[in-house]
Nanobody
Framework: QVQLVESGGGLVQAGGSLRLSCAAS????????MGWFRQSSGKEREFVAA????????LIGDSVKGRFAISRDGAKNTVYLQMNNLKPEDTAVYYC?????????????WGQGTQVTVSS
């Protein structure tokens, strides 16, 4: 059974940074691509970033390009989302999923999400 657990969310001031983590278990992590989406109240889910199985290719959403980066550590079965220069509009629940692409249907398993709140 695949399990994804996000952590690292919290409250941060605009301009600050956070690093989210997503720990995976139940599947051979090093062979699967992973990604992050986010959803804020009243809005549709938004693609944030994705990384292929070995970290050699990444996709970054337009709204976070130049500020966010995705990486993975196979030894720790963990994928990370480094978020810099955060803005109030980045406030959302962030979800990690197993898959690769910019649409929700590209992903098969999801974590429970972690809240990120950016104050102005």
């Amino acid at each position: 059974q695949v399990q994804l657990v996000e952590s690292g969310g919290g409250l941060v001031q605009a301009g600050g940074s956070l690093r989210l983590s997503c720990a995976a278990s139940g599947h051979p992590f090093t062979t699967y691509p992973m990604g992050w989406f986010r959803q804020s109240s009243g809005k549709e889910r938004e693609f944030v970033a994705a990384i292929n199985w070995n970290g050699g290719n990444t996709l970054i959403g337009d709204s976070v390009k130049g500020r966010f980066a995705i990486s993975r550590d196979g030894a720790k079965n963990t994928v990370y989302l480094q978020m810099n220069n955060l803005k109030p509009e980045d406030t959302a629940v962030y979800y990690c999923g197993q898959g690769y692409g910019s649409t929700w249907s590209d992903y098969r398993y999801w974590g429970q999400g972690t809240q990120v709140t950016v104050s102005s």
